[in-house]
């Protein structure tokens, strides 16, 4: 089974405060994507990689950088939280289709819920 | 650009009864399309999906989900929901072009409430 961990289940931080977020998974995986979730606005896509230290943004990037260093390794950094970047963050990889024959089945972690006081 | 729609952001249904839940996309290209579902306190957990061929497509936990190209939509069914099945379920789609290295669009999510 294809399994994506996050670092944390809950954190809580400091305005102010520098926060990195990670997340790892096993399955070799070309795909890497941040998403956070808020209620009644679902899952908005954050920053994506497609190979290591390849870096995307996606819908909503402001205030938020990634690093990927590794193929499994996908890393949120909040360089200076604040209290609106409270949230549900998701990360999730695929397979790259065009490459492998695969397909666009993105596997989730379980999230972290991040308060910034 | 893609734009996904889910008509209703709760739905209550009693146990054992059928259920639908709506997912309408907009789209200038050809798309894969999925629907998750997510538990409380947990990440999303992918239900079925569609890529291509049989517009009817069945996943896990007794779902299926009709694909239908003229009313772009992609619909969501269960003939007789069970009080585990409440959860949050999500809508999702895919530009075919890009490989899936540019993520999902998902809707707004669906909060499916079923009662004893």
């Known amino acids: 089974d294809v399994k994506v961990t996050q670092s944390s289940r809950y954190l809580v931080k400091r305005t102010g405060e520098k926060v990195f977020l990670e997340c790892v998974q096993d399955?070799?995986?070309?795909?890497m994507f941040w998403y956070r979730q808020d209620p009644g606005l679902g899952l908005r896509l954050i920053y994506f990689?497609?190979?290591?230290?390849?870096?995307e943004k996606g819908d909503i990037p402001e205030g938020y950088s990634v690093s990927r260093e590794k193929k499994e390794r996908f890393s949120l950094i909040l360089e200076s939280a604040s209290t609106n970047q409270t949230s549900m963050y998701l990360c999730?990889?695929?397979?790259?289709?065009?490459?492998?024959?695969?397909?666009?089945?993105?596997?989730f972690g379980p999230g972290t819920r991040l308060t910034v006081l | 650009a893609q734009s996904v729609t889910q008509l209703d952001s709760q739905v209550p249904v009693f146990e054992e009864a059928p259920v639908e839940l709506r997912c309408n996309y907009s789209s200038s290209v050809s798309v894969y399309l999925f629907w998750y579902v997510q538990y409380p306190n947990q990440g999303l957990q992918l239900l079925l999906k569609?890529?291509?061929?049989?517009?009817l497509v069945k996943g896990i936990n007794g779902f299926e989900a009709e694909f239908n190209k003229s009313q772009t939509s992609f619909h969501l069914r269960k003939p007789s929901v069970h009080i585990s099945d409440t959860a949050e379920y999500f809508c999702?789609?895919?530009?075919?072009?890009?490989?899936?290295?540019?993520?999902?669009?998902f809707g707004k999510g669906t909060h499916l409430i079923i009662q004893p």
């Open positions: 999702a789609v895919s530009d075919r072009s890009g490989g899936g290295a540019d993520g999902l669009t």
């Open positions: 569609y890529l291509s061929g049989s517009t």
């Open positions: 990689s497609y190979d290591v230290k390849m870096k």
């Open positions: 399955m070799d995986h070309e795909n």
């Open positions: 999730a990889s695929s397979f790259s289709s065009l490459d492998r024959g695969g397909t666009d089945t993105q596997y």
